[in-house]
C-alpha cells in the first residue's frame, strides 16, 4: 500500500516541515521502509499552535452551534468507517499488530468515541443556584482552550481519538503529536477530519521527535492543556514541564495490572481471559494483565491450561485476517522484552512457554507467547511493565494475599477478577486500587465508561462524561439583581 499523507497537517492543509527534515517509518513486520515522512521542528508547532489558537478564538468554529459540532464529529466517524480498510492496514503496517485488531477493534472503537462525543457536544450545561433573592447566580461552561495532544506508539489513532473527541465536543481546538513510530493513521485522520468538514486549525497534526516536538508543544505558552499518554517516565518530565505554567494537565501513564483467579471462578474463562488480557495487542497495552495471580488450589491446572494454549499461538503475518499474534512495535523494543526474560531466568522464575524471539517469512521484530511460573513479588518481571508478550504468574493462599499483592505496585491502571462469589468479587473491586476492575472478564472499554490511572498510573480520566470535566473551564456568575 501506497503511503499517501506523510505531510505535516496544519491550518486544513498537508505541508511540508520548514527545516525541510523528514523521518522514516518502518513496517516492523517486515523491516521495510514505508515512507519518509515531514518532521516536526520547534516552528512547525509554532505554527500548528498558533492555528489552533486562531480557529479557537475565531472564524467558523466558536461561532458554530454546539448541535453542529456535535454533528460533525458524527460526519467524521461515519468518514472514518467509510475508509477503515484504508486506515486500518497503515495502522497494521506501521504498528505490527494484526490486522484483526485493527480493522475490528482500533478504527471501529475510534468511530464509537466520535460518535459518543458527537452525542454530547449540544448537552454540556451549566446550573443554576437558587442562593440569594438580590441575585441571579449560575454557571457556565466553557472550553479550556488549545490542548496538546500526546500520544503513544500501541493505538495509535484509539488514544489520539480519546482526547480529540472529547476535546472538539467542548469547543477546544487541538494540537496532535502522535508517537515517531506510528503516525500514520493519524495523518490519515487529519485527510479524514479535512473530508468531513473540520474547519481548518481545529486539529492539527506535526509528527516529531518527543525532545523537541514534543518539548515544544507542553512549553508552549500558547497552549492551555496537555492530554498526554505515555510512559511513567515522560509522563514526570511532562508534569514537571506544565508546572511553570500551571498548564491544565492528565496523564495516562503505564500500568502492571493484576489479573486474580480465585478457585471458585470459571477456570477456562479465566484461562481465555487471561491469555487474552495479556497477548492482545502482543501485550504493549497499557492495561495489560500482565501478573496473573492464581489462588494455590487452582494453580497447577490453570498454569498448565494457559501454557498448553500460549505454544499454540504462533505469530503471523499481521496482513492476515488468521494472525492474532503480530510483531512488537520495533526491534529495540523486542530487545527490551528480551532483556526482560533474561533476567526473569537469571531471578529464578520458571519459563512455562515461549521465551524466544520468532521471525514470520524470516523477518520482523516478533516474540513468542511467554509464561513465567514462579514469580514472586519482589523478581523484576512482577514489578516493572515490560510492555509485551510476557506473563508472570503468581500464587496467593486468601483473598487478603491477593489484594495485597495486586497492590503492591506503584502502578493502578486496571485489574481482573475471576469468581463466581458475587460478595468477594464486589469486596475485591472495591480493594483493589485501580481505574477500571474487570470481573469475570478482561479489556473490555467503551466510550461511556472513564478509564484512567490510580497511583502512578496517571491522573484524570478519559472518555465517558468524565472526560469532558477536562476539557472545560467552570465559571461561576454573580449578577445582582
Ligand atoms: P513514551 O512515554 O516514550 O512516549 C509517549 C509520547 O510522548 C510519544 O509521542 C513521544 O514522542 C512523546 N515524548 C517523549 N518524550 C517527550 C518529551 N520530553 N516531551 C514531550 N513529549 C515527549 O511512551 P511510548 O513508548 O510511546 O508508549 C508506551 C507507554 O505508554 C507505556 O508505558 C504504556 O503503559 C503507556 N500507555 C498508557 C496508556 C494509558 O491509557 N494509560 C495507554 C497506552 C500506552
Redesign the pocket.
Known amino acids: 500500500m501506497k503511503v499517501q499523507f506523510k505531510d505535516l497537517f496544519i491550518d486544513g492543509q498537508f505541508v511540508p516541515s520548514k527545516s525541510g527534515r523528514t523521518f522514516a517509518t518502518t513496517n516492523p513486520a517486515t523491516g521495510q521502509h514505508l515512507a519518509d515522512l515531514a518532521e516536526a521542528g520547534v516552528e512547525d508547532v509554532d505554527a500548528a499552535v498558533a492555528a489552533a489558537r486562531k480557529a479557537f478564538e475565531g472564524g467558523a468554529w466558536p461561532k458554530m452551534h454546539a448541535r453542529e459540532r456535535g454533528k460533525l464529529l458524527i460526519r467524521i466517524a461515519e468518514r472514518l468507517m467509510a475508509r477503515a480498510d484504508e486506515v486500518a492496514t497503515l495502522e497494521t503496517l506501521d504498528n505490527g499488530k494484526p490486522i484483526f485488531e485493527s480493522r475490528q477493534i482500533d478504527i471501529p472503537s475510534s468511530a464509537d468515541v466520535l460518535f459518543y462525543y458527537g452525542g454530547w457536544a449540544d448537552k454540556l450545561t451549566g446550573s443554576t443556584l437558587p442562593l440569594t433573592p438580590d441575585a441571579f447566580q449560575f454557571t457556565l461552561r466553557e472550553p479550556v482552550g488549545v490542548v496538546g495532544a500526546?500520544?503513544?506508539?500501541?493505538?495509535p489513532l484509539l488514544?489520539a481519538v480519546w482526547k480529540i473527541a472529547p476535546a472538539l465536543a467542548s469547543g477546544c481546538t487541538v494540537v496532535l503529536?502522535?508517537?515517531?513510530?506510528t503516525p500514520l493513521s493519524c495523518l490519515a485522520f487529519g485527510d479524514v477530519c479535512r473530508e468531513a468538514g473540520l474547519p481548518p486549525g481545529v486539529l492539527n497534526i506535526v509528527p516529531g521527535?518527543?525532545?523537541t516536538a514534543?518539548?515544544r508543544?507542553?512549553e508552549h505558552p500558547g497552549v492551555d492543556k496537555i492530554a498526554?499518554?505515555?510512559?511513567?517516565?515522560?509522563?514526570k518530565?511532562?508534569a514537571a514541564?506544565c508546572a511553570p505554567g500551571l498548564k491544565r494537565l492528565t496523564l495516562?501513564?503505564?500500568?502492571k495490572s493484576p489479573n486474580v483467579v480465585f478457585a471458585d471462578g470459571d477456570l477456562e474463562a479465566a484461562a481465555r481471559g487471561a491469555l487474552s488480557g495479556i497477548f492482545y495487542g502482543k501485550g504493549e497495552?497499557?492495561?495489560a494483565g500482565s501478573r496473573l495471580l492464581v489462588e494455590a488450589s487452582a494453580h497447577d491446572a490453570l498454569v498448565q491450561t494457559i501454557a498448553e494454549k500460549a505454544k499454540k499461538m504462533v505469530a503471523g503475518d499481521p496482513l492476515n485476517p488468521k494472525t492474532r499474534l503480530g510483531s512488537l512495535v520495533s526491534e529495540e523494543q523486542r530487545r527490551s522484552v528480551m532483556g526482560y526474560v533474561e533476567k526473569a531466568q537469571a531471578e529464578g522464575a520458571t519459563l512455562v512457554a515461549g521465551g524466544h524471539p520468532t521471525a514470520v517469512n524470516g523477518a520482523g521484530a516478533f516474540h513468542e507467547a511467554t509464561i513465567f511460573d514462579g514469580v514472586t513479588p519482589e523478581m523484576t518481571i512482577a514489578r516493572e511493565?515490560i510492555?509485551g508478550p510476557v506473563l508472570s504468574v503468581l500464587t496467593f493462599r486468601d483473598e487478603a494475599e491477593a489484594a495485597a499483592i495486586g497492590n503492591a505496585t506503584v502502578y493502578g491502571?486496571a485489574a481482573g477478577v475471576w469468581t463466581r462469589d458475587v460478595s468477594k468479587a464486589h469486596r475485591m473491586a472495591r480493594v483493589l486500587k485501580a481505574g477500571t476492575v474487570w470481573i469475570n472478564t478482561y479489556n473490555f472499554y467503551d466510550p461511556a465508561l472513564p478509564?484512567?490511572?490510580f497511583k502512578q498510573?496517571?491522573f484524570g480520566r478519559?472518555l465517558g462524561a468524565a472526560a469532558l470535566e477536562q476539557y472545560t473551564e467552570q465559571k461561576s456568575v454573580w449578577l445582582k439583581l
Open positions: 500526546i500520544t503513544p506508539w500501541n493505538f488514544l503529536k502522535p508517537a515517531s513510530l521527535p518527543g525532545g514534543g518539548q508543544l507542553i498526554f499518554t505515555g510512559s511513567v517516565e515522560v509522563g518530565r511532562v514541564a495516562e501513564l503505564g500500568g497495552v497499557c492495561a511493565e510492555f491502571l478509564f484512567g490511572g498510573s496517571g478519559e
